[in-house]
């Protein structure tokens, strides 16, 4: 495996993606006879004649000259029947974080980590193939229109968008600060579908945040694993080990992931050097990923707090301090967002984010469509989240006097 590769979460964050930087794939550059196509699937699977054996690419050049002797409505765009003939050939996996990006797409994808962007603040992954809302970042456009937790996203403007893929969903919903977006949602406890309009805005996203919490208990949340959360959270230990903790919260509540190597340096101040941090499951291969850098946490208690939102990095994070300190989880039982994907740039600037592997926690619990379960199962009612209580932290609270 490439040394470089990192893991992007499960999910898009709407005007959030988490880009990775692979080498690029050549493919060719034009579709101007058969043998062009068949170089633009050869993946790595043997000669051409080998190909034809796995499938009847007769077939698609048949579909392909009917279209171009039949159509006449409108003139063809010969690179979009492109685009759409392998976005329909990686939507045939049934992944759906394996998805095809175009240019345009792609380029949203790595300018979106940048640190600030405009839209509603939202992240979303697939719960029962129905787009689904893992967390509306605090204090953003969807949290303050009302979007929660497990909300199903149906309909945006209108557009009905089951089936959609995640990416093309993003697209809709996002778009330029001020403007407006109507998504129709259907909620657990609700008999009717609802509408709630979000106004766009420009987003701004510190990733670690703390606090002294009762009995000089350090509250720390961390909200994804992005390149400059390592960053963010050395710049804070020197003030958290002053005050001397008698104990730790970390917070992954709503944490949707973000990087494998970002994940592996946060575990690493507080697990040895070289403790295992995940194992990446190829099916046959097997590949194991320890910590990175310096511990800076020794001898304090720890409790954890996840719930739905936590998927992907945060669910590892999670599960590595369990299995190799005996820390505590409180919580819901997190999303079960356990496959890793590849971004593989393609040659004229689309790409593809291809699911490569599944990962496990140091004990080699599948996280993937299981999640991980808490050790002290304690509810978080809509009634709490309206009277600003929250009895995961009391009980994470609790633990620690």
Do not use: C
Request: proline share 3%; aromatic share 8%.
């Amino acid at each position: 495996m490439n040394p470089l590769k990192k893991l992007i979460s499960l999910f898009l964050i709407i005007l959030i993606s988490f880009s990775v930087g692979f080498g690029a794939n050549d493919f060719v550059k034009s579709l101007d006879s058969k043998k062009n196509i068949t170089g633009l699937v050869n993946l790595n699977i043997g000669s051409e004649n080998e190909i034809e054996k796995k499938a009847d690419f007769d077939i698609f050049w048949d579909a392909w000259k009917v279209v171009e002797d039949k159509y006449n409505l409108e003139p063809l765009d010969y690179q979009e029947m492109v685009y759409g003939a392998i976005e329909g050939m990686v939507y045939s996996l049934g992944d759906p974080y394996t998805v095809f990006l175009d240019p345009e797409e792609s380029e949203i994808f790595n300018e979106d980590m940048k640190g600030s962007f405009s839209g509603i603040g939202v992240e979303i992954g697939f719960r029962d193939k129905l787009l689904t809302v893992i967390a509306p970042l605090k204090d953003s456009p969807g949290e303050k229109a009302g979007l929660l937790p497990g909300d199903k996203i149906l309909e945006v403007d209108g557009e009905e968008i089951i089936g959609m893929s995640i990416d093309r969903a993003v697209n809709l919903i996002r778009g330029e600060k001020g403007t407006k977006v109507l998504l129709t949602i259907a909620r657990n406890g609700l008999d009717e579908l609802k509408d709630i309009e979000v106004i766009r805005d420009t987003i701004i996203l510190k990733t670690v945040e703390w606090e002294v919490e009762e009995n000089n208990i350090a509250y720390i949340k961390i909200s994804q694993f992005k390149e400059e959360t390592t960053f963010e959270l050395d710049n804070e230990i020197d003030d958290i080990l002053a005050i001397d903790p008698r104990g730790i919260i970390i917070d992954l509540r709503n944490n949707t992931g973000g990087y494998v190597g970002t994940v592996k340096e946060i575990a690493g101040r507080f697990l040895d050097r070289g403790e295992v941090v995940f194992i990446e499951d190829y099916g046959d291969e097997k590949s194991i990923h320890k910590t990175i850098g310096n511990k800076r946490f020794f001898d304090v208690p720890i409790v954890v707090l996840i719930n739905e939102g936590s998927a992907s990095a945060s669910e590892i994070l999670a599960g590595a301090l369990r299995d190799n300190m005996g820390v505590k989880l409180v919580g819901k039982k997190t999303f079960g967002k356990g496959s890793v994907q590849e971004l593989k740039h393609l040659k004229d600037g689309s790409s593809i984010k291809i699911t490569v592997a599944e990962w496990l926690t140091p004990n080699r619990t599948v996280i993937n469509n299981n999640g991980v379960e808490p050790d002290f199962d304690v509810e978080m009612s809509f009634e709490d989240y309206e009277n600003n209580v929250d009895p995961q932290l009391e009980k994470a609270l609790e633990l620690l006097k």
